[in-house]
């Protein structure tokens, strides 16, 4: 059954921003963590951006002080506001919600960002 459903991917010329939208069928309680994930070819995929349900944050190294996580339980819905873009930043990025308790993964189907000029 799908869990997540992105929206927000899409190009957009280096300096610009764009933001990401995840959206939970099956509602954020605090029983989960969630996360961005991106990966490119030939690349692990790798964390870009996770918050708790307490709203604890932690960030990539790469994109610190540049992105922002958010979420609302209320409205089932988690968010990344990616700024200042870079090329390198071009990957498929992926919604990702965590059980705290057993650890069971959901993922959502990826959306794509693309940074060029």
């Known amino acids: 059954q799908v869990q997540l459903v992105e929206s927000g991917g899409g190009l957009v010329q280096p300096g610009g921003s764009l933001r990401l939208s995840c959206t939970a069928s099956?509602?954020?309680?605090?029983?989960?963590?969630m996360g961005w994930y991106r990966q490119t070819p030939g690349k692990q995929r790798e964390l870009v951006a996770r918050i708790t349900s307490d709203e604890r944050t932690n960030y990539a190294d790469s994109v610190k002080g540049r992105f922002t996580i958010s979420r609302d339980n209320a409205k089932n819905t988690v968010w990344l506001q990616m700024n200042t873009l870079k090329p390198e930043d071009t990957a498929v990025y992926y919604c990702?919600?965590?059980?705290?308790?057993?650890?069971?993964?959901?993922w959502g189907q990826g959306t794509q960002v693309s940074v060029s000029s």
């Open positions: 099956g509602g954020i309680s605090s029983l989960y963590t």
């Open positions: 990702n919600k965590r059980n705290r308790i057993n650890g069971y993964d959901y």
